[in-house]
Each structure stands twice: as structure tokens, then as C-alpha cells.
């Protein structure tokens, strides 16, 4: 903060210098057994792993953090994938629509632009697998059904939250296993099959846009050649155009000219 004091009749005194918030972990004793740690913004989230503290007052007395472990953010996190998933569903279902309008001899047939696509049709199939398929390597839990995920017959997701609590309070480092696992966890699988369908590379929906803009470019380069070609059509229609105008206009001239003649009077002696 900068203040202009020119001209004012005001100064200022320092009665508390700023400083970091300290924080002690631990004894104090001689031993030195604690750890101290200083933050500029009164939070610590590097003391203790999962867990940030903000120090609201100071304190002359050992203070006490109790820390219970809760899923509530890891439910809200799994009913935002399910509403997700889901808009991902509806959408593919629009985009292979199939419909028809009008009457039995006159049907208007309606279809989603990526209808009969081989590419849209994988991805649906590699969504599925990933939300039913089985998972080893990664912890005691094998499926996404195990956790309280379900799948209808329309590719829908839900969440069952009592299963959940149900298995979070029995076997809680089992789910956090079944997520996090290296490799063979459910967040490394599904980040390695989105990478295959949608990565940076030769994924399968890259390769098939850049076979679509191939298509593109080569209909452009013909779209471009046809346009030449009628243009120059076209010059040539129109020389010929004014080239029978300028006839016209002289035979037209002519005919006037023509009947513009008047007979010759006879002479006759009386």
C-alpha cells in the first residue's frame, strides 16, 4: 500500500510488525522432539499428510487436533463422476439417434450425425467394460458394483451411498486401494483407457478427426479445382454473351437501316 502524505499533516507508526504464524508439533523439551513450522497465510497443509490446519488465534498452551477420518468428499467427488458419466451417455445417445417421421409411404428418417460410427460405437463399448468389467491388482475389491456403482439398461450410472458408507466404515484403506493404485487402480485404468480413446498421439478419435480433416482438405482442393473451372466457363460464356450481343445490335442496326429505305416515286410527263 502506497499513501501520498504531501501536503497532509499525517504520519504513521509501526505498532506491530507483520509476521508469519509459527506453529509447534510435538514437545518443546529439551530433546527437541517438536517440529516448527511458520506459514505467511496461517494455513499448514505440509505437517501432517491429508490434513490442513489454520490457526485462527495464538495459544500459550499445548492445543489438542483431534482428526476423524470422513467420506463425505470422496461422496461428492463420486455423485459429480456419476452425473458426468451420465451427460456423456445422453450425448452419445444423441449423437447415434436413429428416428422416423411422416407416414409408411413418405418416412422421414431422422439420424444423429455419428450414426453406424465404428469409433462411437467403441467408445460406448470401452465405457461400459470400464464401469462393469472386473479389476484385480488393486486391493481386496474387484468391481465397481462392490463400491455402490450400478449400471441400467440404458448405460446409466448410480450411486448407492448406504452401500457405500456401508463398506467405507468396514474397510476404508480397501477402497482408498481400489482407487489409487498405481497402474492397476481404478483411476489408472480409467485415465489409461480416456488416454486411448481421446489422448495426444494416434488415439482413436484423434486418428479418426484427422482422417475426417484429410477428407475435408481433399474435397476443399476439389471444391476449389471445380470452381476454376466454372469461372473460367463462365468468362468464356460471357465472351460468347457479348460477342452475339454485338451482333445483334448490328443486325438490328442493319434492319433499321433497311427499313429505312423508301421507295423510288415514278415520273410520269403529262
Known amino acids: 500500500m502506497q499513501v501520498e502524505l504531501e501536503g497532509l499533516d499525517l504520519e504513521f507508526e509501526e505498532i506491530v510488525r507483520g509476521q508469519d504464524a509459527l506453529i509447534l508439533v510435538g514437545s518443546a523439551d529439551s530433546l527437541g522432539a517438536g517440529i ?6 496461517n494455513v499448514f497443509d505440509q505437517i501432517i499428510d491429508g490434513v490442513e490446519l489454520t490457526v485462527l488465534d495464538g495459544a500459550t498452551a499445548p492445543v489438542s487436533v483431534n ?16 452425473d458426468q458419466y451420465n451427460k456423456v451417455i445422453d450425448k452419445l445417445a444423441t449423437l447415434r439417434s436413429f428416428s422416423t417421421d411422416g407416414s409408411e409411404t413418405d418416412p422421414q428418417v431422422k439420424t444423429g450425425i455419428l450414426f453406424g460410427s465404428r469409433e462411437l460405437l467403441a ?7 470400464m464401469m462393469t468389467g472386473r479389476i484385480s491388482g488393486a486391493g481386496d475389491l474387484r468391481s465397481l458394483a462392490e463400491v455402490g456403482f450400478d449400471v441400467d439398461e440404458e448405460g446409466k450410472l448410480s450411486f448407492d451411498e448406504a452401500k457405500f458408507d456401508a463398506l467405507y466404515a468396514s474397510n476404508p484403506n480397501g477402497i482408498r486401494q481400489f482407487f489409487t493404485t498405481e497402474e492397476s487402480g481404478v483411476t489408472a485404468r480409467f485415465k489409461s483407457e480416456i488416454d486411448r480413446l481421446t489422448g ?4 482413436l478419435l484423434l486418428t479418426k478427426t484427422r482422417t475426417l480433416q484429410a477428407r475435408i482438405d481433399s474435397s476443399e482442393e476439389r471444391s476449389a479445382a471445380m470452381q476454376q473451372s466454372l469461372d473460367r466457363q463462365r468468362t468464356r460464356l460471357l465472351k460468347q454473351f457479348f460477342t452475339l450481343e454485338s451482333t445483334i445490335q448490328k443486325l438490328q442496326s442493319f434492319q433499321t437501316s433497311i427499313d429505312s429505305i423508301q421507295p423510288i416515286t415514278t415520273l410520269t410527263s403529262g
Open 200 to 203: 495426444i498421439g494416434d488415439s
Open 123 to 129: 467408445v460406448e463399448r470401452t465405457l461400459s467394460d
Open 67 to 82: 482428526v476423524t477420518r470422513t467420506d463425505s468428499k470422496l461422496k461428492t467427488n463420486m455423485k459429480l463422476f456419476v
Open 36 to 41: 516448527l513450522a511458520s506459514s505467511s497465510s
